[in-house]
């Protein structure tokens, strides 16, 4: 495992991405973490911010394991980072049963927020490295398909969760069935990705004497190290958080907000409507992770950071204006800020290899993610804790949400000009090529 397998000739590299997609859609299972609260809440007697507590853990984990187990990865190679995903994902899930059926809650703490965690983290970054070395023409797409995948899980465990809760029954032994079924089937499945995934064969030159030697790589070659000592990782870093704490704004609240929006109007949502509309965002979500990222092969990655971050800043002005005047306009608004939120996820490591190089690109990528855990309790604090001060003050309906989003457009403003601070890595934070060997010894004097 310590050895990347390197492909062998005539191996498509098409293969790569599936390999990927299939760590992906696995760990994507934790965005589908609310089927399970409703039924730990009463079997294990909770209230909703305990049942949420493995949850958070996990994200925390997934932006620590991902900033500090990157170098690891880079320097282990991809199959032994998803070897690593696989047994602890999977393992979470198994320690997660274990606590179910002994109505021990700190085991499902422990098994799926601690253990499971870093098997999102080192997860996450496994695959991003060698994607963009397959794909040095279209780094933006290849990393697309991958993160996509994340995005796109809970569309997968969601209704599979939901049946074998509704199989299994609700109780503790029900919820230590399904935590059970899920850590050996995504054991299967991530061992797909385990078996699949290969590095390309390194470029060949040929000697003066005509030996094939490996060549020397080129290009821009940063060291995780020096990366983050210089502006433009910490502009990007700005970009990220800001990115995401903005779709996160929408994505965490959005089926109490949208009844909120509409609950004074002639056509209130229902509750079942505004299920669909969660539904949609999470399609959305999945969407403009491989379309969007695909874009910036073609436009440039600071070009669709622009539009993530400006015509985001706009969507969110129109819905604060007019929002609750039209339907269409709340959910076309919404839609297309969650496709920039999952966008900006899958471009980011496109934008990453396009300043510091693939040199340590998954090491860097890891350590860009605390931006990630950053937003993730940003978002969600700014939205909910405005919201309930608003109700608390008497107002209802969008006036809940006003200051919230003007707060998220000033936000997308700061994450617009630091993407216009970014400028090409300076050569002194180059790591140097390394030197050839001679093609002819020298031959010495007699």
């Known amino acids: 495992m310590s050895s990347p397998p390197v492909a062998s000739a005539g191996w498509s590299r098409w293969l790569v991405p599936p390999a990927a997609l299939s760590v992906h859609l696995s760990i994507g299972q934790a965005y589908a973490?609310?089927?399970?609260?409703?039924?730990?809440?009463?079997?294990?007697?909770?209230?909703g911010t305990q049942s949420a507590l493995p949850f958070q853990l996990a994200i925390v984990m997934l932006g620590l394991s991902a900033a500090f187990g990157g170098t690891l990865v880079e320097r282990n190679g991809p199959r032994w980072a998803m070897t690593v995903a696989l047994v602890c994902f999977s393992s979470g899930f198994l320690i997660s049963a274990l606590g179910a059926?002994?109505?021990?809650?700190?085991?499902?703490?422990?098994?799926?927020?601690?253990?499971?965690?870093?098997?999102?983290?080192?997860?996450?970054?496994?695959?991003?490295s060698t994607l963009?070395?397959?794909?040095?023409?279209?780094?933006?797409?290849?990393?697309g398909i991958a993160i996509m995948g994340f995005?796109?899980?809970?569309?997968?465990?969601?209704?599979w969760s939901a049946q074998m809760l509704e199989s299994f029954g609700t109780g503790p032994h029900g919820i230590a069935l399904a935590f059970l079924v899920h850590g050996l089937s995504y054991a299967v499945f991530m061992s797909l990705g385990v078996l699949l995934i290969r590095v390309p064969r390194a470029p060949e030159r040929t000697t003066a004497e005509g030996a094939a030697v490996a060549a020397v790589p080129t290009g821009v070659r940063v060291s995780a190290r020096s990366a983050v000592r210089t502006p433009q990782f910490w502009c990007l870093w700005v970009v990220l958080c800001t990115n995401v704490t903005a779709g996160i704004g929408i994505l965490e609240k959005a089926a109490p907000m949208i009844t909120d929006f509409f609950a004074d109007s002639s056509a209130p949502v229902s509750v079942s409507a505004a299920a669909g509309f969660v539904a949609l965002l999470s399609a959305?979500?999945?969407?403009?992770?491989?379309?969007?990222?695909s874009a910036s092969d073609l436009i440039g990655r600071k070009n669709i950071y622009r539009v993530y971050l400006g015509v985001g800043a706009l969507m969110y002005l129109l819905i604060a204006l007019f929002g609750d005047s039209a339907k269409p306009l709340f959910v076309l608004c919404a839609l297309v800020i969650l496709s920039f939120y999952g966008g900006g996820f899958a471009t980011i490591p496109a934008y990453l290899k396009d300043l510091f190089g693939t040199y340590e690109v998954g090491a860097i990528h890891g350590r860009l993610l605390t931006a990630w855990s950053t937003a993730g309790v940003l978002g969600p604090l700014?939205?909910?804790?405005?919201?309930d001060r608003q109700e608390d003050a008497g107002k209802h309906g969008p006036a809940l949400y006003g200051l919230s989003f003007a707060i998220m457009i000033?936000?997308?403003?700061?994450?617009?000009?630091?993407?216009?601070?970014?400028?090409?890595?300076?050569?002194?934070?180059?790591?140097?090529?390394?030197k050839e060997a001679p093609d002819v010894q020298r031959e010495q004097p007699a």
């Open 151 to 159: 995005g796109g899980g809970a569309l997968i465990a969601s209704p």
């Open 382 to 387: 700014i939205v909910n804790w405005i919201a």
């Open 101 to 128: 059926q002994t109505e021990q809650y700190w085991l499902i703490v422990l098994g799926y927020g601690f253990v499971g965690g870093i098997g999102l983290g080192i997860g996450y970054i496994s695959p991003v």
């Open 33 to 47: 973490w609310s089927v399970f609260k409703p039924p730990l809440e009463s079997a294990l007697h909770l209230d």
């Open 132 to 143: 963009m070395k397959w794909f040095p023409d279209r780094p933006g797409m290849a990393t």
């Open 410 to 434: 000033g936000l997308l403003v700061i994450g617009f000009a630091a993407n216009e601070f970014v400028r090409p890595v300076h050569a002194r934070h180059h790591v140097p090529d390394p």
């Open 284 to 293: 959305a979500n999945m969407a403009g992770r491989i379309g969007w990222s």
